[in-house]
């Protein structure tokens, strides 16, 4: 077991150990007891799974990797309906795979518990949007906690369960970077006991959501609500908290924007009503707490959910306070917050001094080439899209995106990206844009997408008779978010599915693999394929470089070396300009070397160079 | 105690967390309080990473800007990003090797000079350790245990309340049994680089 999932499994209760936010939810869960877990990995929510992967066994825990969010959130919601303690988990995207299972669900509720996180991703650091997924709660008429700290992720965590089991509904815990990937010391409870197994007994009227059934549910989950909005107003979770007098500014805030306020507790009068448990919202407290101040002072990251309601509300009930926050562009309803951004807009108000943001402003910083992140030295994606670049480059082809490592492959030299959507849309926009043009069409997805999200769109397309070539870059992993299995790998007695298989039984003729090092014989192969009629499938197979390096390290072998012969080297920049191998360096007289250091010994480059001035280094000189 | 607030930047995959870890981890070993930030996903390959840590009473593990005690870049470019929260008592230990990012690789854009790189950190800090810790670590015969020079040489600025023999004794628990020797060397080496900076002969 990881050094580091054992500490999680093995601490004692009263014990404090420096975790993860989302460290923090996996001992929460185990606290509390959960006996089944699941989730489709991303980030930032993926150090959950990672952690319950690890201690399943020991704890007694049922954990699985699902195919996608929704069945993530399906066989979580099976579980609970049999009586046990569930716990989903995914990125705030996730959260809208999942959501056709959502909305339901929350009509049907659960028996046991079911708590679902979202880890929301403002400054989209990880991910294609920033959605703001309590909106998603309020949509689904779910029960809401936002923790601020990993102490409070793993209190709400715990909490959540109890309150699942209580209402017999879905509780949603949101997440926001900052709290899943903050690192704080969480002082962690008692261990929980799984039961395991269940029986599932039988309820139609309540699970089996028939129009009739669902008209009944959809009351019923609005009578369930209003006990949770009970515990809303009686809840320590939504708490007043003084600060300096004179008590007549209010501020509101939830999650993480309450640390930053916080940070200046010391400087600034009035008081704080620090919000926990935000759907339902405590409607008497809220309204109480506008009267009892002249001016409310809202802060939340992106959507200004909070904020609205308080002025909803401050109008419904004719209250006389002036709520400020996001409407007048005090606080940014982009990007993430932080101290620095809350204490400009406090400035601003004029209710901290000045002297708070005195060092921001004396900063003058010249310009600085940007550091975006590239594919690793030896990543099999770059050499596939290398491949299809060059086979491609005299026509007129798209290359629709996916979302994984390869996204990457859209940054210069290589560029292959037209549009990137969302899991799975590469082959799904690749089939309209077949449809629609006469340009040729080359989606690239990776394996654990191709699993998630691709099967569909491939079926869409062969039906549709779409002149469409797939790309899957198979690295045997979900690598983005740490190596998690995927459907396609044989893990711990689960059988694999066969991706081969598969893509014939979609109904593709034409299927083709190679190993994505072999530059050669893939450019050959998507040449014929971006010119034949139907859909085409080409596999790209090379396992993540990154576990192949790890597993030559365990044998005590290294990776083959590289160098580049001198008197060889023509000087025309053509590996870096085309291929940037982020190992391959120009020197100062324009000829190329390559960093030993950063090579990871996948040899594409010596393919890829013009002269073949790459060579391999015998292995007695390497 | 009085806090501190330490920033830490590099390029990912050269260990810029695990060494943030290091330090939060024998922060609290000694009762200090201390919190991290991270940032994983796709920012960990090879782009630009930055990891803070905030020792004793703090409410986010997040550093205003003008108020980091420390900073520690493992590559110039990336310490003169964290600039904007540095003051004139800020102490920075900086790795002299540059990385080029892909933009300067393909001729898009230019490295700047280190010397000027070097100004602007002299400029606005109060304290500025250059070290070539990627000589050391090769010395060492280790390419990995960089991090640890210069982890090292910012306990023997002595700007954090943490003393060597507590980072040594965090170290070793979390890196890897094999590698827990050449990092030891490693950090002793950078703890006395940063002792001896700017000391003719002798040195308080």
């Not at chain 1, 999942?98 to 979202?118: F, K, N, P, Q």
């Not at chain 1, 997408?449 to 870059?473: D, S």
């Not at chain 1, 070396?561 to 190992?583: H, L, M, N, R, S």
């Not at chain 2, 943490?162 to 890196?175: A, E, M």
Request: charged share 20%; aromatic share 6%; proline share 6%.
């Amino acid at each position: 077991m990881d050094p580091d999932h054992e500490r999680i499994l093995q601490a004692r209760s009263g014990e404090t150990l420096l975790l993860l936010g989302n460290e923090a939810i996996a001992r929460a869960a185990l606290e509390a007891g959960a006996d089944f877990a699941s989730t489709y990995p991303g980030t930032p929510s993926s150090e959950i799974g990672l952690v319950l992967d690890g201690v399943a066994k020991a704890a007694g825990l049922t954990f699985q990797y699902a195919v996608n969010e929704k069945v993530a959130l399906e066989t979580a919601a099976a579980a609970s309906l049999a009586g046990l303690k569930a716990l989903v988990f995914m990125k705030h995207v996730g959260l809208n795979v999942a959501s056709d299972a959502l909305m339901t669900l929350a009509y049907s509720g659960v028996r046991g518990a079911l708590v679902i996180v979202t880890a929301d991703d403002p400054g989209c650091h990880s991910s294609q949007n920033e959605q703001d997924n309590r909106i998603l709660a309020r949509f689904a008429n779910l029960p809401l906690l936002e923790p601020s700290t990993p102490q409070e992720a793993h209190e709400l965590t715990k909490f959540a369960f109890e309150f699942s089991g209580f209402l017999q509904m879905p509780v949603i815990v949101r997440t926001t970077t900052r709290v899943a990937h903050a690192r704080g010391p969480v002082a962690v409870g008692a261990l929980g006991k799984p039961r395991g197994k269940a029986h599932f007994e039988r309820d139609p009227d309540r699970f089996v959501m028939l129009p009739a059934h669902a008209r009944e549910g959809h009351k019923r989950v609005l009578q369930r609500l209003r006990l949770a909005e009970g515990i809303s107003e009686s809840s320590p979770l939504n708490r007043l908290v003084d600060l300096k007098e004179p008590l007549d500014t209010g501020y509101i805030t939830s999650g993480v924007a309450y640390t930053y306020l916080r940070e200046y507790a010391d400087r600034l009068a009035g008081k704080v009503l620090k919000l926990g448990l935000t759907n339902p919202l405590p409607r008497v407290k809220l309204a109480e707490f506008l009267r009892s101040v002249t001016r409310v002072v809202v802060i939340e990251e992106l959507e200004p959910f909070l904020e609205d309601a308080v002025r909803a509300l401050a109008n419904e009930y004719a209250i006389d306070v002036q709520v400020y926050g996001k409407a007048q562009g005090l606080f940014p309803r982009t990007g993430e917050l932080d101290p620095d951004s809350v204490a400009e807009g406090l400035v601003r108000l004029g209710t901290l001094d000045a002297d708070a943001v005195k060092r921001i402003r004396d900063v003058k910083m010249p310009k600085l080439p940007a550091r975006p992140p590239v594919l690793c030295p030896g990543c099999g994606h770059r050499a596939a899209a290398y491949a299809a670049r060059q086979a491609t480059r005299r026509q007129d082809v798209l290359f629709p995106l996916d979302i994984g490592c390869y996204s990457l492959v859209e940054y210069p030299p290589v560029r292959a990206g037209d549009v990137l959507l969302c899991m799975g849309a590469s082959i799904g926009v690749g089939a309209g844009l077949a449809a629609v043009t006469d340009q040729k069409v080359l989606a690239f997805i990776g394996d654990s997408t191709f699993y998630h999200a691709g099967v569909p769109p491939l079926i869409h397309a062969v039906h549709q008779g779409a002149n469409l070539t797939v790309c899957i870059l198979d690295n045997g992993t979900t690598a983005m978010t740490g190596h998690q299995p995927h459907p396609g790998m044989p893990e711990d007695g689960k059988p694999a599915v066969d991706m081969e298989g598969l893509v014939r039984g979609c109904g593709v003729r034409n299927v083709e693999v190679y190993d994505a090092y072999d530059v050669k014989g893939l450019t050959k192969a998507f040449r014929r394929a971006v010119s034949h009629d139907g859909v085409n499938v080409i596999i790209a197979r090379h396992r993540c470089r990154l576990l192949e390096l790890r597993d030559m390290r365990a044998d005590g072998a290294r990776a083959p070396v590289y160098q580049v012969t001198p008197e060889a080297c023509t000087k025309c920049g053509f590996c870096i300009d085309a291929f940037a191998c982020p190992a391959l360096v120009r020197l100062e007289d324009e000829s190329v070397t390559i960093d030993i250091a950063l090579c990871n010994g996948c040899g594409v480059c010596v393919e890829v160079c013009p002269p073949k001035a790459i060579a391999r280094v015998p292995e007695e000189n390497a | 105690m009085k806090g501190a607030s330490v920033l830490i930047g590099g390029v990912g995959g050269q260990g810029v967390i695990l060494t943030a870890r290091i330090l939060a981890e024998a922060a609290l070993a000694l009762g200090l309080g201390a919190q991290m930030s991270e940032i994983h996903g796709m920012s960990q390959r090879y782009g630009s990473v930055v990891s803070s840590v905030r020792l004793g009473k703090a409410e986010t593990p997040l550093v205003k800007r003008g108020e980091a005690d420390a900073i520690v870049g493992f590559e110039p470019l990336e310490t003169v990003r964290l600039l904007p929260w540095a003051y004139r008592k800020t102490v920075i230990v900086t790795s002299i090797t540059p990385i080029r990012p892909l933009s300067v690789s393909l001729g898009q854009e230019a490295y700047p000079l280190l010397e000027d790189l070097h100004e602007r950190l002299k400029d606005r800090a109060g304290r500025v350790i250059f070290i070539d810790a990627d000589r050391i670590a090769r010395s060492i015969g280790s390419e990995v245990v960089a991090n640890s020079v210069l982890l090292g040489a910012l306990i023997g600025t002595k700007a954090l309340p943490i003393p060597l023999d507590s980072v040594r004794k965090t170290l070793v628990k979390h890196v890897p049994s094999k590698l827990a020797a050449p990092n030891l060397e490693a950090l002793d080496i950078g703890y006395g680089v940063a002792i001896q900076d700017g000391y003719s002969i002798a040195f308080a």
